[in-house]
Structure formats: C-alpha cells, structure tokens
C-alpha cells in the first residue's frame, strides 16, 4: 500500500491540531461524547446561576422576616400581612406555625393538648418543603461532577483505539502521524474535566449554602417553637 495513500485517506495525520479541528477529525463516537459533555457543562453553569440568584433572594428574606419578627410588631399583625400573599422560606415556616396556632382557638377546644406537637410538625414539614426546594437539581451537579470524567475518559479510549487502528493500516509510527489523533482522543477528557470540576465546586458550595440555610430555619422554628409554648402553658 502506498503510504501517502493511506495517508491521505486518515484524519488522524492532519497536521491541525486547533480545538476545532480536533472536533472535526474526531471519531463520530467521540464527537458525540463530546457534545454531550459541552451540553453538560452549559447545564452545570445555567444551574449555578440559576442557584446563586435563589439563594441571594432567600438570604435577604430570611433577614427582612427577622427584622420584622423582632422588631416589636405583633405577631397577628405579622400573621395576617404574610398569609395575604405567598410566602416562602422562614416566613412560611411561621405562617403555617401561626394558622395551626389559630385553628386551635378557633375551634374553641377546650384542651390544648397535643397543640405544642402539631405546631412543632407543622413548622418541620414547611422547614422540609422549604430545603427540598434549595436542593433542588443539586442532583445533577453531583451527577456530572462524578460522571463527567468517566464520560470524557471513554471518549478519549474510544479515540485512541480508532486512531491505533488507522497507525497500524498506515504502517506509519511517526509522531506527525500519531500525535494528532491522540490529541483528539485526549480532548474528551479535558472536555469531561471542564464540565466536571465547576460542578463539583458549585456542588460543595451550594450544598453548605442549603445546610446554612435549614440551620437557620430550625433555629427560628425552635425560637418560635418556645415562645408558642409558653402562651400554650398561659391559657391552659
């Protein structure tokens, strides 16, 4: 076989080894990982952003209920500005806390027993919807920060078996005709690495935000939780 032929016939001899070109020249196997890492890694940033502005606005609504709570205003004052309209983190814990509060007067029972238990779930189940809510597609941070280079490392072996294939019905050793298809096979897994690795970090970070964040809630929960108390043990 005439090796200029069989040269010729090879992506992998190309002497362009830019970014695009190593996509171009790539196994349709390897393009497709590729693609799919690069999809990956828009998804990772869009979520990030997307949590960084959540987590932004819960902080600040956790602080202006604060304020208000201790600011001296009354609590059914508080209660009915809130309960207008839809509430969301620390607020919400304290508008279902305060509406079992006050279907227990309401329905003038005569006991309060079990009032302090039902307040106390009531509280926990919006604490619990309000951390699902922070969590959510975490998931999928965590999921592509573990599975990205496994993804990026398949393509490169893929590649690199496509380009000794080529090497050997070349009959041609020389680094000109080896170096580009192993550069192209090593470039899905520095794909995989840049999806990987944002993701991992935004992962970290944004679960030690959402942990900060239910401390927070469980504390106001427990404060408010005492305070509830002792008007219970003063009608009793």
């Known amino acids: 076989m005439n090796p200029d032929v069989a040269q010729s016939a090879l992506p992998l001899v190309s002497s362009d080894v830019s970014l695009i070109s190593l996509f171009l020249q790539a196994h349709w196997i390897v393009k497709f990982v590729m693609l799919g890492l690069i999809g990956c890694s828009v998804w990772v940033w869009a979520i990030a952003i997307d949590k960084m502005f959540l987590y932004s606005r819960s902080r ?132 995989g690495l840049i999806a990987a690795i944002p993701a991992t970090i935004f992962y970290n970070k944004f679960t030690a935000e959402v942990t900060r964040q239910a401390q927070r809630l469980e504390g106001f929960a427990d404060e408010f939780s005492a305070i509830l108390s002792r008007q219970i043990d003063e009608r009793a």
């Open 60 to 191: 600040r609504a956790m602080d202006r209920f604060e304020q208000a709570f201790w600011s001296g205003e009354s609590i059914e004052e508080l209660y009915r500005a809130l309960s207008a309209k839809p509430t969301q983190s620390m607020a919400a814990c304290f508008v279902a806390a305060m509406r079992e509060w006050k279907r227990s007067f309401e329905s003038q029972a005569r006991s309060f027993t079990g009032l302090q238990m039902r307040i106390d779930k009531v509280m926990n189940v919006s604490i619990a919807r309000e951390v699902e809510r922070l969590e959510r597609r975490l998931l999928v941070l965590a999921t592509v920060g573990s599975a990205g280079p496994f993804v990026g490392l398949f393509g490169t072996v893929w590649g690199i078996m496509t380009s000794f294939q080529a090497i050997a019905s070349s009959k041609n050793t020389s680094l000109a005709v080896v170096a580009p298809g192993i550069a192209e096979a090593l470039f899905a897994t520095a794909i």
